[in-house]
């Protein structure tokens, strides 16, 4: 045990997180424990300001460097129409990976002039979906697309094709997605016949390539290895490179600025691809985990074999930790104390439900508030219903004022889909 003399460390929280003079939490000019007051836990916590300016970074840093680019934001990474709307607004445009995404990015005034869709799935009402709707661009996936595509549209609709560029992103194995096994696009050595079948189709209007490497990429050579790795191939007017640069999740962890990635991208862009090409990249993490916060209650405090410390959470709205191992730093906020170590679990029934072992936590009790930075990205995605949780509430805060982006789920929300079935006579 030591004690805690040193200010909670911030770094990890969305940029202007402090404490206010009685040691309180403050995100987006708001004090935290308010916030739980009004909208309760488990809640996700967005700094609005942080977003917008995180947003409009990303535009200026390609813009910048190369006139002809579009910064689409992943919706996937945070879709609700709040946060939609909010990088629409600051001149992002978004890519969809499904109609329901779609429809979402319309709700937060996304204009389908500025949208991708892709996919390695997508469904006639995918497809049907985005060709009505007139997106800029349908990623061609593979051959049923182009089946698809050419009996549903009914004049030419502007296409990329997604190719496997053939790099083993150094990520975790579910986050990688342009190596040659991938289930993502078109293999380098079969992407001249797909390029010659989608010619042949009046319906398809070819423009250029999509890529994609992977997520959580800390290593800037491997997007530039993508780039020289498109550039052995035809060459086309549109380029779209995907999103997947990393964050730092955890003080020891480096992490590339917008700036150094656009640097890098866009130079390689230029060397291999020329000046003229239209470019676009899908930002989705790198945009929205550090500008979110997830609070939590803890419940639970069990000392045996080990120091349990059981929030009111867990992988019902963070599937990071399950699915990808990937690290969290909680903190017991607005406390000071010794340091204890613990493992952090959740309420669900598992014990993989865990967010963190092994690790110390100012002094925790029953009732005190549990923060736990950079969730803003895929938590809310993945949020789920698990031992019938209801999936918590988005709550924006802008200069001390906080509006709610999604309210919680309820127990009608729950009941709203279940129908009893009768016993046979
Ligand atoms: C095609 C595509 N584009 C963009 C993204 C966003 O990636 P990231 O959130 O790592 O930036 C993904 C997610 O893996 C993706 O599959």
């Known amino acids: 045990m030591s004690t805690q003399d040193l200010p909670l460390d911030l770094s990890l929280y969305p940029e202007g997180t402090s404490l206010d003079p009685d040691g309180r939490l403050v995100v987006g000019g708001c004090v ?52 939609i709307g909010v990088m629409a607004q600051e001149g992002c445009g978004v890519d969809v990976a499904a109609a329901g995404e779609l429809m979402i990015a319309r709700a937060g005034g996304a204009d389908p002039a500025r949208m991708v869709l892709h996919g390695n799935a997508k469904t006639d009402l995918d497809l049907q979906t985005a060709i009505d709707a007139k997106v800029r661009y349908v990623v061609v996936d593979n051959l049923d697309d182009v089946d698809r595509i050419a009996r549903l549209a009914s004049s030419p609709v502007p296409v990329l094709l997604r190719v496997s560029p053939g790099i083993d992103a150094s990520t975790h194995d579910a986050m990688m997605t342009g190596h040659d096994a991938s289930k993502f696009g078109i293999p380098s050595r079969q992407i001249s016949e797909v390029v010659a079948r989608i010619r042949r189709e009046p319906m398809l209007d070819l423009r250029g390539l999509h890529a994609h490497i992977g997520s959580q990429i800390l290593d800037l050579e491997q997007f530039e290895a993508e780039v020289a790795a498109l550039a052995k191939l035809e060459h086309f007017e549109v380029y779209d490179l995907g999103g997947g640069l990393g964050v730092r999740y955890v003080h020891t962890d480096n ?151 999604v309210r919680r789920e309820t127990f009608e929300d729950l009941m709203s889909r279940e129908q009893l079935i009768e016993r046979p006579a």
């Not at 977003?51 to 579009?70: E, G, K, M, N, P």
């Not at 045996?304 to 690290?327: I, K, T």
């Open 32 to 83: 935290v424990a308010d916030l739980v007051e009004q909208f309760g836990t488990p809640a996700y916590i967005i700094d609005e300001g942080a977003l917008r300016s995180r947003a409009r970074a990303y535009v200026d840093a390609f813009t910048s460097r190369h006139a002809s680019s579009l910064v689409l934001f992943a919706s996937k990474s945070f879709p609700s129409a709040a946060v």
């Open 255 to 405: 992490a590339p600025t917008v700036e150094e990635y656009a640097d890098r991208l866009v130079a390689a862009v230029h060397r291999h691809l020329g000046n003229d090409i239209e470019l676009m990249v899908e930002p989705g993490r790198s945009m929205v985990a550090r500008n979110g916060i997830t609070v939590y209650r803890v419940v639970t405090v069990k000392s045996g074999a080990r120091m349990h410390v059981a929030v009111d959470g867990g992988m019902g709205d963070n599937l990071e930790v399950s699915l990808y191992g990937q690290p969290f730093e909680p903190s017991v906020i607005d406390k000071q104390g010794p340091m204890v170590t613990c493992d952090v679990v959740g309420r669900h029934c598992e014990s993989g439900d865990t967010l963190v072992k092994d690790f110390d936590l100012v002094d925790p009790a029953v009732g005190d508030l549990l923060a736990v930075p950079v969730t803003g990205a895929y938590c809310f995605t993945m949020s789920n219903n698990y031992n019938a949780a209801r999936r918590p509430p988005v709550v924006f805060c802008r200069d001390g004022v906080a509006r709610l982006a």
